[in-house]
């Protein structure tokens, strides 16, 4: 007579083919890492403040490049006359800001003044 499968410890696959305990319990560990994986995902899914943290450094990324363009499109198109008198004027400012502020503080009593005067 056959032999029952299962008092032998093995177990009948689809195929009609035995399966041996290890197959059985590999195909288990696969499965076990299978939903694991799953469940990982569904977390992430699920996370909103890990997401929005997520689109923030996105959106930090792209700003930083876009300003990295943007400075290097201006550098390009200003003639280099103007870049090097726009250094000597900041180089200026840094040794001595003293007249540069008292000028910006003239130039805005000037502008508050002419607006409580009113036309």
Do not use: W, Y
């Not at 029952?4 to 041996?20: I, K, L």
């Not at 990295?68 to 198109?77: E, N, R």
């Amino acid at each position: 007579m056959d032999e029952d499968p299962r008092a032998t410890g093995a177990q009948v696959s689809e195929g009609g083919g035995t399966r041996s305990p290890d197959e059985i319990r590999a195909d288990i560990e696969q499965t076990r890492e299978e939903v694991g994986d799953t469940v990982e995902a569904l977390a992430a899914k699920t996370d909103v403040k890990a997401q929005a943290r997520q689109r923030v450094e996105e959106v930090k990324s792209n700003l930083h490049a876009k300003t990295d363009q943007v400075k290097a499109k201006v550098t390009d198109a200003t003639p280099a006359s103007a870049q090097a008198g726009g250094q000597t004027l900041v180089a200026k400012v840094r040794e001595n800001p003293t007249p540069f502020v008292l000028g910006g503080a003239m130039l805005l009593a000037f502008v508050i003044g002419r607006r409580t005067a009113g036309p």
